[in-house]
Structures are given as structure tokens and as C-alpha cells.
């Protein structure tokens, strides 16, 4: 059946009939889950998604509930612990921290070391968490671990917030240590979604202290081709990022990315995804998540 349309500028009959311009009916898009389902399957693992729009609830999820060792991710939760320190008064971001050659170890990424290869340097407590969060650094991450009691501490204080299925057990050097001590530090993507929203919901920091992690978020480096890859030029997205790189197996352990993205009509679109013990390259990985992002783009800034 064709539809109708009338376009100004036709030339109409003394009769008064209309110019009448066939036209195809537009075509139907493809529904964010049913997208999202198929975008999953390029990645060769386990893909878990979580997908929330603060201000609505409305939400979407793939394998949500299952739980994907973080990597790196899980400096935001350490951030967060350092930061509820600092508004009890406990610590300053001023504060002078020391760090010593020994503290900068050889064989993990640490802009920190290649920065400063002989140590010996004060770095105040705000500079730590930004090389730790928007550089991923790793010997950053574990000074910061030391700072606050381990990561039992870490995991405690996010239990303490009410969310249980987040498991934080070993410091960067042990992992590296131990290719299988990552699957101890992992997360569900619903449980890193409701973390990140009690996070921008002022439900762990006060507002001014809020300010410190998103923006630090905001400049992350790592990653640019995950959350933010497909996303239009100038999107805000505060994330963080975790990798493993491949095992002697060839596999992927970790290709994650975890974020809030804001949205074109302003609403906060929280997005966690997981891509887990996968046989395909980087690139592919780093795609999926990507695509995943924009569908959700896509499909929530239409509503």
C-alpha cells in the first residue's frame, strides 16, 4: 500500500485535487536490545552489558547479573574509598605522598615510573588519583590500596554502600603475579551500574567532592575506542577502563569499559560493559563495546 504525502510546491487542479507523491514507508529501526544481542556475538566470549538512563529507570541488559573479572575498573571503586576518606576528614588532596624507587615496579603500565623512572618524588594525594584513574596507573593504584588498608578495605566500604557483587581481593602486583587472581577482582554489570549511580546520585560523596572523580573520569586516556568511540563529537563521557591483554592461551580476559555518558536532552545514560575471555583481537573487542555504547545512544536519546 503506498502512503500519501503532500509536498508543498505541487501543482494543484482547478478541480482541487491534491498532487499525490508515492512514497516507501520508512523503515523500521532495529530495537536497542535486539541490537545489542547481535553486536555480542563479534566478540568471540562473554559479554555482559548493563544500560541505565538515571532520571527514567529505564534500563537494558545482557548477561547483567554475571560476574567479569574488572582489571582496571576497579580504580573507580578505590577512588571512591579515597575520596569518602577525604570528606571525613581522614585525608586531604593536598596531602604530600612519598614515593620511593622501590615503589615503581618494572613490567606493569605506570606513567608514574616512566615519568619519574628513579622515584624519590612527592606526589600530593590529587595527582595520585588522577595518574591512577584517567592514566590507569598501576603502581598508582597500589600505593592508593596501601593508603586506605588493602583492597579487603575497598571491597568493605562497597559492601557497606549496599551493593554485594562487587569483589575486590588482590593489588595490581599480585595480579600480575597471577594470571587467574583477576576472575577474585570482578563485578557484575548491574552491580557496577547501581555503583556508578549512587556515585553521580550523591549517595557516597558530597558535591563538591563528586567534582574530583568525574572530572578525572572525563580525561581518561585509555580506551578512546570503547564507550566513546562511536559516540558524536564532543559527547561528555566520564569512564573507566580495565584491560588484560592476552594470556599464554591467546586469550582476552578482560576488554572493559564503564561509564556515565550524558545524553543530548541532559539525562545521564550509565553504561558498563564487560567483554570477557575472548578469542578475538583487541580492535574487535574494543568495537563491540563501542557499537554497544552507540546503540544505547541511539535508542535512549530517541526516547
Known amino acids: ?19 499525490l507523491i508515492p512514497a516507501s514507508a520508512p523503515a523500521q529501526r ?36 554475571g560476574r567479569f573479572p574488572m582489571q582496571s575498573v576497579y580504580k573507580f571503586p578505590l577512588a571512591l574509598a579515597v575520596l569518602d576518606r577525604v570528606d571525613n576528614g581522614e585525608l586531604s588532596l593536598d596531602r604530600k605522598i612519598h614515593i620511593k624507587r622501590e615503589d615503581l615496579h618494572e613490567g606493569t603500565w605506570s606513567p608514574i615510573r616512566e ?3 628513579q622515584g624519590d618524588i612527592d606526589l600530593t594525594l590529587g595527582e595520585l588519583l588522577a595518574f591512577t584513574v584517567s592514566q590507569s596507573d598501576n603502581n598508582g593504584c597500589d600505593i592508593l590500596f596501601r593508603l586506605v588498608g588493602g583492597p579487603e578495605t575497598v571491597g568493605r566500604f562497597i559492601r557497606d554502600l ?8 588482590s593489588t595490581e602486583k599480585e595480579m600480575h603475579g597471577d594470571w587467574n587472581l583477576q576472575y577474585a577482582n570482578w563485578s ?11 556515585f553521580h ?16 573520569m572525563m580525561k581518561t586516556g585509555t580506551g578512546p575506542g570503547r564507550i566513546r568511540g562511536l559516540l558524536p563529537e564532543g559527547t561528555v563521557v566520564a569512564h ?17 569499559d564503564v561509564g556515565i555518558v550524558v ?11 564487560f567483554v570477557s575471555d575472548s578469542g578475538a583481537d583487541t580492535k574487535t573487542c574494543e568495537g563491540v563495546i563501542a557499537k554497544i555504547a552507540k546503540a544505547a545512544w541511539d535508542g535512549f536519546s530517541a526516547r
Open 1 to 19: 500500500m503506498l502512503s500519501l504525502i503532500y509536498r508543498r510546491g505541487c501543482s494543484v487542479a482547478a478541480a482541487g485535487l491534491l498532487c
Open 30 to 65: 532495529e530495537s536497542p536490545r535486539s541490537e545489542i544481542e547481535r553486536i555480542v556475538e563479534a566478540a568471540d566470549g562473554r559479554v555482559g552489558v548493563a544500560v541505565t538512563v538515571l532520571e527514567t529507570g529505564d534500563t537494558l541488559s545482557v548477561d547483567g547479573n
Open 115 to 117: 615519568k619519574y623512572p
Open 162 to 169: 549496599g551493593i554485594n557483587d562487587i569483589a575486590i581481593a
Open 188 to 198: 557484575t554489570p548491574a552491580a557496577m551500574n547501581r555503583l556508578l549511580g549512587v
Open 201 to 216: 546520585g550523591a549517595g557516597i560523596l558530597s558535591e563538591s567532592r563528586r567534582e574530583s572523580p568525574w572530572h578525572i
Open 240 to 256: 573507566k577502563t580495565g584491560s588484560s591483554g592476552k594470556g599464554e592461551n591467546g586469550i582476552t580476559a578482560a576488554t572493559n
Open 263 to 273: 545524553l543530548p536532552g541532559g539525562n545521564h545514560l550509565v553504561v558498563s560493559v
